[in-house]
């Protein structure tokens, strides 16, 4: 008898211990059988990974995990019923309003609704009936209704009616949620009450497309946030605002870094300013890409798609819709969304022996992936970016060294930027291509290499890109929020599926396998990041002004030229406007300045400087040379703090 046809069904617990319950038994059944206590305490269930309503009947083996107010789960749960309150709150005030969806998100909920014209001062007004609806602690009750009883409900909703006939399809009777008289239409799960919801804030209002087209329904979007106390509340929003004074397009203004024009939206424009940095993170990659033994190419923007159809990625991406695509003289042509498929050529255009390998290649390709218009934003998501990508390709015995060598130099790199790493090994999803075999050898490597730096990693099943497993990359910021950035990946396939080959000592064709890995990610990402990582006090090989000197009077300019002149080798500039000099300190300091040197008469006679850093310390008669000596190891040992006065 198949475990299909069982009337039991075996529920793995956390602990690795099984225990067996009737087919059909819900969430909360499997808790009261551990314990009454557990069982009363049990909010919902994470079931294979999936978080669900304590309600939801087991039909076959699963892992399963019980979600009590103590659990991680439980604020999503918070945040999803904090969703229901708003939208309760919102038809109250405006009975005319659709709701369409209402999910939880990572820092609190968002719901669309349509049919209603809000702006910012509407939510004060819809935040104090969501206060009321939280004070009543209306009971959340769980119901199944048929299915054209619903549907009638939700004659004149057409987003509900698309749920009904896509998500829903097929399920009768179907579920609700029910808190005093309004009811949603929801899977769940929930918490027990709208009392349990605690704090709530909203937030702001945006505007949104029905399922993400552009060729929808243009929504309003209200997010809100959610909390089981004011305390962790007020802990959130003071989070929030100093992210918000972090927030790298607020300060790429200020700064002149860069822009993001109307007429080529998604697509980065660096100022002088912001190229400075840039070059140097350029310099700072093609020092580590030599050290690994990278030699650097050049790629075309512009292909035929027929390059990407063997990989797989062309249908991949064109599914996606992340393609720019189009027919000409009955060819089509697109700009590629990866670099990979170029690499491949290059390394197939010659015939290659062991002795070649390891033949690694690295380049600051540009591709294009074709976002949908709501979610691009500033240089943290957009249409064009450069990688920092390189590709090597390596005989099976060579696999797990390389791997070793590029992690080791990825930790160096991201300590050097004061960001810690989090790893992440992401396994092979439903859409891999290629057998089990090569899959589990491949992610065997990525854990083999990890593990020899003695890396903690955690792994994230099904996340893999379809060709082949890796480690996935986040950098964790100076407030704690964690951003995907580069990547290292393992790919059997696409040396098979475009024929690359090397002849190997026994003279006999071979297949290599292809390294992928960026090491920063993109230029754009990882520079978004960075400026909200040191809110724009870069550090000084990064910064793109170093040192500016600010002369007491006119009479003083000449001898700040001269020093400006002794330290051509830094970013230096002369402020000449005529100012006093408590002006041009605090512009310095609004400009986010390392270092500022301040002449005057007392300077010009003795030769020196008087020196002024970031942090507002002064040091006076200070020696040109000794100055410039520590610019220069303080720039050549890349540290984040400007030190010189410490």
Not at 149 to 176: H, Q, W
Request: charged fraction near 35%; hydrophobic fraction near 35%.
């Amino acid at each position: 008898m198949s475990q299909h046809d069982s009337p039991q069904v075996v529920v793995t617990l956390p602990d690795g211990s099984e225990l067996e319950v009737e087919r059909g038994a819900t969430v909360e059944d499997v808790a009261y059988e551990i314990g009454p206590g557990l069982g009363k305490d049990t909010v919902a269930g994470v079931v294979d990974g999936d978080l669900v309503d304590k309600a939801t009947p087991l039909e076959g083996d699963v892992t399963l995990e019980i979600v009590t107010d103590q659990s991680e789960e439980y604020l999503q749960c918070v945040r999803h019923t904090a969703a229901h309150v708003f939208a309760q709150a919102l038809q109250r005030l405006y009975p005319e309003a659709k709701l369409a969806i209402g999910p939880p998100t990572d820092e609190g909920f968002y719901y669309d609704v349509a049919g209603v014209d809000l702006d910012e001062a509407d939510l004060a007004d819809i935040e104090a009936e969501m206060q009321e609806i939280v004070a009543a602690d209306y009971d959340l009750e769980r119901l199944t209704v048929d299915r054209e009883e619903i549907l009638e409900t939700y004659a004149d909703n057409p987003f509900k009616r698309d749920i009904l006939e896509t998500e829903a399809a097929g399920e009768d009777p179907v579920s609700v949620y029910q808190q005093d008289d309004w009811r949603d239409l929801c899977q769940g799960p929930h918490v027990d009450s709208t009392g349990d919801v605690g704090a709530v804030k909203l937030l702001e209002i945006s505007s949104a497309y029905w399922r993400g087209e552009e060729t929808n329904e243009q929504l309003t979007r209200v997010y809100g946030t959610a909390f089981e106390s004011e305390a962790d509340l007020e802990d959130f929003l003071e989070r929030r605002e100093e992210a918000q004074e972090r927030d790298h397009r607020k300060i790429g203004r200020e700064m002149d870094l860069f822009s993001v024009p109307d007429h080529s939206p998604g697509c980065v424009h660096f100022h002088p300013a912001g190229m400075a940095i840039r070059r140097e993170l350029e310099e700072y990659v093609r020092g580590k890409n030599e050290e690994l033994g990278y030699e650097e190419v050049w790629t075309p923007e512009l292909n035929k798609a027929e390059l990407w159809k063997p990989t797989g990625h062309y249908d991949a991406f064109k599914e996606e819709g992340e393609m720019f695509a189009w027919v000409q003289d009955d060819t089509e042509y697109g700009l590629k969304p990866m670099n990979c498929a170029n690499h491949a050529y290059v390394y197939g255009n010659d015939r290659r022996s062991y002795r070649d390998l390891p033949l690694k290649y690295s380049e600051f390709g540009t591709v294009y992936r074709n976002e949908q218009s709501g979610e691009l934003s500033g240089m943290l998501r957009v249409r064009g970016l450069t990688q920092d990508d390189g590709h090597a390709f390596v005989r099976p015995d060579q696999l797990e060294e390389e791997l070793t060598r590029t992690i080791r130099v990825i930790e160096e790199m991201y300590d050097t930027f004061d960001l810690e790493v989090l790893y992440k090994l992401e396994t092979k999803g439903d859409n891999a291509i290629g057998s089990d075999e090569k899959w589990d050898n491949a992610t065997e490597a990525l854990r083999a290499s990890l593990e020899a730096e003695g890396l903690d990693y955690e792994v994230e099943h099904g996340e893999a890109a379809f060709y082949g497993p890796k480690i996935g990359l986040d950098a964790r910021d100076a407030l704690g929020r964690e951003w995907t950035i580069g990547t290292v990946q393992v790919d059997f396939n696409i040396p098979e599926r475009l024929d690359l080959t090397y002849t190997g000592e026994d003279n006999e064709p071979h297949r290599p396998v292809t390294i992928h890995r960026a090491l920063l990610g993109s230029f754009e990402r990882f520079m978004g990041v960075l400026i909200e990582h040191f809110k724009g006090n870069f550090p000084l090989w990064l910064a793109p002004e170093q040192v500016r000197v600010l002369p007491l009077a006119e009479r003083h300019e000449d001898y700040a030229e001269e020093i400006a002149a002794e330290l051509s080798d830094f970013r230096v500039e002369v402020e000449t406007r005529d100012w006093t000099i408590g002006r041009k300190i605090a512009e310095a300091h609004e400009d986010r300045l390392p270092y500022m040197l301040i002449v005057g008469d007392d300077e010009v006679e003795a030769g020196t400087v008087s020196v002024r850093d970031r942090q507002e310390r002064e040091a006076g008669g200070v020696d040109i040379g000794d100055f410039r000596a520590h610019l220069e190891d303080e720039y050549a040992e890349k540290r984040t703090s400007v030190d010189f006065l410490e």
